[in-house]
Each structure stands twice: as C-alpha cells, then as structure tokens.
C-alpha cells in the first residue's frame, strides 16, 4: 500500500489547490516544496485569476458565462489550445473561485479596478490586497490547518517513481539523504521552464534573452521528468511576457497590467510612442525590448489612485521606483527626454483620447486624457512565466502522445499546457492562475476519488 494517496510536488497555485481538494475528498496528501521561503510564482504574480460565471460576478451584475470566456480565449490564442483543456479551465476557474472561499476559507472579490484587453466581461478575482504574496500567504495558511495535508519543506523531489510505466511515487532529497516517497498518484506543479536557459533557448527564441521574473525553481525538471516517460507537450513556445518591468529596480519589481486601461502611454527615449498601448500586455513585452535604451510609462494622477488597489503597482510605489506630481518640463528632466517632443507626443494623446482623429499606431482605448500632475516610470520587458507544457485531460491526467493516460501522474499549473494558445500574444492577463487553480482543483478531484 502506498504512503500516501497522493504526493504533490511544489506549492504554489496549482500544487496547494490540488492538496486542498484532494484532502477535502478524504485523501491522504503529503505536499513536498523544496523551499518555502523561497518566491514561488503564485507570490511574484499580481494576484488576478480570471473566472467566468461566479457568484460576485452575479452579485454586481455582470453577466458571463465559461462559454463566452471559452469564446474570449478563442479570439486571443485561435484555435491551438487544445478543446478539452479550455472547456476543463473555462468551467474549472469558477469551481475554482467558489472552492477558494467555500473551504478554503478565502475572502475572494470581483476586481473592478481597469478593463483589461481579452476579457469581454469583469472577471478578475482576488483577495482584499490584489496581491500575489497575500494570495500565496492566505493559501499557504489554509494549506497547514488541514490535518490531512502533511507539509514537507526542504524536500527537493529529484525524479519520478515508476513500474512498468506507472508512476508509484517520488523520490526525495532531505537533509542530506535520498528517500523514496510512495504514493497512489502524483501531482507534479513544479512550475514552467522560465528559469531553464536551454528550454527557452530551444523553445521560444525570441524571449531567450529576456530578464527572467519568475520563480527560480521554475527550471523546467517536471517537464522533463514526464517527457522520459512518454509525455506528450503543446505549445511549448507560448510565455507571458511582462513590458510594465521597472527598470531602475533591483529587478523583478513592475508596475502590474492595469496602467494601459487607465489611460497611460509608453514613450521611448526619443520622446515619441511606438506601440498601442492597449494591446495584450504580453505581446507588447516584444515592443518596449525592442526600444533602444528602455521606454518610460507615464499616467497621472487619476490614474495614480485607481492603480494603487493592486499589489504589485504599491509595491513599486514604496521601492521609489515611480516618479510623480510634477509638470511635462519636469518630467522630461526627470528621465532625459526632449521636452518639445514629448509635449506634443502628449498633446497627440490626449486628442486621440478625446475622439479627435484615429491613432496611427492603432490604440482604441484610452480613457480620460492625461493631465498634469504627471507620473512615470522607466520601464523594460521581461518574462514572466511560460505558459506551454505537458498535455492533460479533464482530471489533470498526463497524456502520451496517443491520447492514453501515464498511470499515477497529474499534473496542473506550469508544468501543464495553458491556454495561451502559441507565442506571446494569446496570453491574457488572470488566465494562468485560471489554469493552475482549474487544473489543481482537477487533480485534486481525480486523487480523492
């Protein structure tokens, strides 16, 4: 008999779901983390998760539905993301939301803070703080109330246990020695492959040479582990890329996805725009690299104010990251920029913004017009988590290339395919985390049964 009823490798998003889930059910769940003190990217993400027919979206009338994010995602990344993985993370990602305030015991929300490109309706949930790290904590806390979930930290999973090509368990690094843990099932949520160099470099070419934000141990192992027994992968060179990245940090602070919908614009150091703002945040990633010297994102103050309400936003307020409540001459001092450039870069703005002609670069949404006092930061691209991986079915069973199931092994979050569809440009801002609580809620489901 197996030690455990399942063994779940990495806690973060989709590893603590899964545990939660599976213990809710009866399972006997041991949650292995190398190192808890460690950012996992449920921490370094800004704490948004999109679900598509939840009852706070009931509750401030917005209508929606999993079919019409399911159409959203559709119109984002086309057609490559696999049929049934949408249809299991569209319906999921609610499941998801309710399980998280129903037994998890979390205070979940409808953000109204900005509409973000790619969702056609409200549907960015999350705690009171908007923030990642409070996200991770709350999880984390529920996490170790749970009797039946036995928390190992310091436990470094260094491969997979297997017979005859079922998976039987994990092996395990502790304190110095190497130990076999047994389980009836396995769920690897050991992240994507963002800080795995050749895997980028192999994979998505055009991201390999960007700043890594993500969590270190997303190294790509799980991935690989599956991948000798036969696993079969899609859409490997997706990513979300991040262009909000503060550049005058000490790297890895940003600015969060939501400046574009209230009303920012980006410059270069030539004074002038060279993108529509309002694209998917992560396709825009490939446009602020290409500036030579960094760009500068600038908004007022309404914007300001509106922005603070989201974690990652504050916490680059409060690291000095973000200039503010000065005039355009000050500005231009501020971050080397020819002044008369950019006044009428700003004037151009603002008339577009007010309807007054179409932007040649082909921004469509604005908001209000900037205006003085204005604030800024110098900005570059990053990359933040991957998005492609193993293929699974609707329990989070990882698949062979003929559509059979690996006996014994799921998997959810990075080291899954997401629903990004193929590059940077499918990504929408909430849908990784939609993926890693679906999926975990998934595996959860299918090692409790």
């Given at each position: 008999?197996?030690?455990?009823?399942?063994?779940?490798?990495?806690?973060?998003?989709?590893?603590?779901?899964?545990?939660?889930?599976?213990?809710?059910?009866?399972?006997?769940?041991?949650?292995?983390?190398?190192?808890?003190?460690?950012?996992?990217?449920?921490?370094?993400?800004?704490?948004?998760?999109?679900?598509?027919?939840?009852?706070?979206q009931q509750a401030a009338g917005v209508e929606d539905s999993?079919?019409?994010?399911?159409?959203?995602?559709?119109?984002?990344?086309?057609?490559?993301?696999?049929?049934?993985?949408?249809?299991?993370?569209?319906?999921?990602?609610?499941?998801?939301?309710?399980?998280?305030?129903?037994?998890?015991?979390?205070?979940?929300?409808?953000?109204?803070?900005?509409?973000?490109?790619?969702?056609?309706?409200?549907?960015?949930?999350?705690?009171?703080?908007?923030?990642?790290?409070?996200?991770?904590?709350?999880?984390?806390?529920?996490v170790r109330r749970r009797p039946g979930i036995t928390w190992?930290?310091?436990?470094?999973?260094?491969?997979?246990?297997?017979?005859?090509?079922?998976?039987?368990?994990?092996?395990?690094?502790?304190?110095?020695?190497?130990?076999?843990?047994?389980?009836?099932?396995?769920?690897?949520?050991?992240?994507?492959?963002?800080?795995?160099?050749?895997?980028?470099?192999?994979?998505?070419?055009?991201?390999?040479?960007?700043?890594?934000?993500?969590?270190?141990?997303?190294?790509?192992?799980?991935?690989?582990?599956?991948?000798?027994?036969?696993?079969?992968?899609?859409?490997?060179?997706?990513?979300?890329?991040?262009?909000?990245?503060?550049?005058?940090?000490?790297?890895?602070e940003r600015l969060g996805a939501a400046l574009p919908a209230?009303?920012?614009?980006?410059?270069?150091?030539?004074?002038?725009?060279?993108?529509?703002?309002?694209?998917?945040?992560?396709?825009?990633?490939?446009?602020?690299?290409?500036?030579?010297?960094?760009?500068?994102?600038?908004?007022?103050?309404?914007?300001?104010?509106?922005?603070?309400?989201?974690?990652?936003?504050?916490?680059?307020?409060?690291?000095?990251?973000?200039?503010?409540?000065?005039?355009?001459?000050?500005?231009?001092?501020?971050?080397?920029?020819?002044?008369?450039?950019?006044?009428?870069?700003?004037?151009?703005?603002?008339?577009?913004?007010?309807?007054?002609?179409?932007?040649?670069?082909?921004?469509?949404?604005?908001?209000?017009?900037?205006?003085?006092?204005?604030?800024?930061?110098?900005?570059?691209?990053?990359?933040?988590?991957?998005?492609?991986?193993?293929?699974?079915?609707?329990?989070?069973?990882?698949?062979?290339?003929?559509?059979?199931?690996?006996?014994?092994?799921?998997?959810?979050?990075?080291?899954?395919?997401?629903?990004?569809?193929?590059?940077?440009?499918?990504?929408?801002?909430?849908?990784?985390?939609?993926?890693?609580?679906?999926?975990?809620?998934?595996?959860?489901?299918?090692?409790?049964?």
């Open positions: 008999m197996a030690d455990w009823d399942l063994a779940v490798v990495g806690a973060g998003a989709a590893g603590m779901l899964g545990a939660l889930r599976a213990e809710a059910g009866g399972a006997r769940v041991v949650l292995l983390e190398r190192d808890a003190d460690a950012s996992s990217n449920l921490a370094l993400s800004g704490g948004l998760f999109s679900a598509a027919g939840s009852r706070w999993p079919a019409r994010f399911a159409a959203d995602i559709r119109e984002k990344a086309g057609r490559a993301v696999p049929p049934p993985l949408l249809r299991r993370v569209t319906e999921g990602a609610r499941e998801a939301a309710h399980f998280l305030a129903d037994v998890a015991g979390l205070p979940i929300h409808l953000s109204r803070t900005a509409h973000f490109p790619g969702h056609s309706a409200p549907r960015l949930h999350a705690t009171p703080a908007e923030s990642g790290t409070e996200l991770c904590a709350l999880l984390r806390d529920a190992m930290d310091g436990a470094d999973a260094t491969a997979l246990l297997a017979q005859q090509g079922q998976v039987t368990g994990v092996e395990v690094s502790a304190g110095g020695t190497r130990r076999p843990v047994a389980a009836t099932w396995v769920l690897l949520a050991t992240g994507g492959f963002g800080g795995g160099v050749e895997l980028r470099a192999r994979h998505m070419p055009e991201a390999a040479g960007a700043l890594h934000i993500g969590s270190a141990a997303s190294d790509g192992r799980g991935i690989g582990w599956m991948q000798q027994l036969g696993a079969a992968l899609d859409c490997m060179d997706a990513y979300q890329g991040q262009p909000h990245l503060c550049r005058e940090g000490r790297g890895g209230l009303g920012a614009v980006m410059v270069n150091l030539a004074g002038r725009r060279f993108a529509a703002e309002d694209m998917g945040p992560s396709e825009l990633t490939a446009h602020v690299l290409a500036q030579a010297g960094g760009a500068v994102e600038i908004w007022d103050a309404a914007a300001q104010d509106a922005a603070l309400r989201q974690g990652p936003f504050r916490a680059a307020v409060e690291a000095g990251l973000v200039w503010g409540r000065g005039d355009l001459s000050a500005l231009a001092e501020r971050f080397g920029l020819p002044e008369q450039v950019l006044a009428q870069t700003l004037a151009d703005a603002a008339g577009f913004a007010r309807g007054e002609g179409a932007d040649p670069l082909g921004r469509l949404r604005w908001g209000a017009p900037l205006a003085a006092p204005f604030f800024a930061a110098a900005i570059t691209g990053g990359l933040a988590h991957t998005q492609g991986g193993v293929l699974v079915d609707a329990g989070a069973r990882v698949l062979r290339p003929d559509g059979g199931a690996i006996p014994g092994l799921l998997a959810a979050g990075g080291t899954a395919c997401g629903v990004s569809g193929r590059g940077a440009a499918g990504y929408v801002p909430g849908n990784g985390l939609a993926q890693s609580f679906a999926l975990g809620l998934a595996a959860g489901a299918t090692a409790a049964r």
